[in-house]
Nanobody, 121 residues
Framework: QVQLVESGGGLVQPGGSLRLSCAAS????????MGWYRQAPGKQRELVAT??????DYAESVKGRFTISRDNAKNTVHLQMSTLKPEDTAVYYC????????????????WGQGTQVTVSS
């Protein structure tokens, strides 16, 4: 079992930046994919970014503004968020999966508890 703990959320003004971190309780070396989902009130859960052996992938809504990175030595994943917009407001969840190919949220093996990001003036 791997536990994922997110940190770094908070309140930020539009145009600002935040860096989310996800710390795993065990080695993530064998986990193919790690990433971030988000869910805003009244909206469907959205895949924001992933990093896997296949490369990096981003939702269209965050391309050019968010950067995901992974440090296997430290068992951490980060999401650098820049030029934040009010529509980025959501609870952000760290996810990890061992499968070689992951096509939906249900195929991720581990989920964090989430961290709130609020973008507001």
């Amino acid at each position: 079992q791997v536990q994922l703990v997110e940190s770094g959320g908070g309140l930020v003004q539009p145009g600002g930046s935040l860096r989310l971190s996800c710390a795993a309780s065990a080695s993530i070396f064998s986990l193919n994919a790690m990433g971030w989902y988000r869910q805003a009130p009244g909206k469907q859960r959205e895949l924001v970014a992933t990093v896997s052996r296949g490369g990096l992938d981003y939702a269209e809504s965050v391309k050019g503004r968010f950067t995901i990175s992974r440090d296997n030595a430290k068992n951490t994943v980060h999401l650098q968020m820049s030029t934040l917009k009010p529509e980025d407001t959501a609870v952000y969840y760290c996810v990890a999966g061992a499968r070689a190919f992951i096509y939906s949220a249900r195929e991720y093996d581990y989920w964090g508890q989430g961290t709130q990001v609020t973008v507001s003036s």
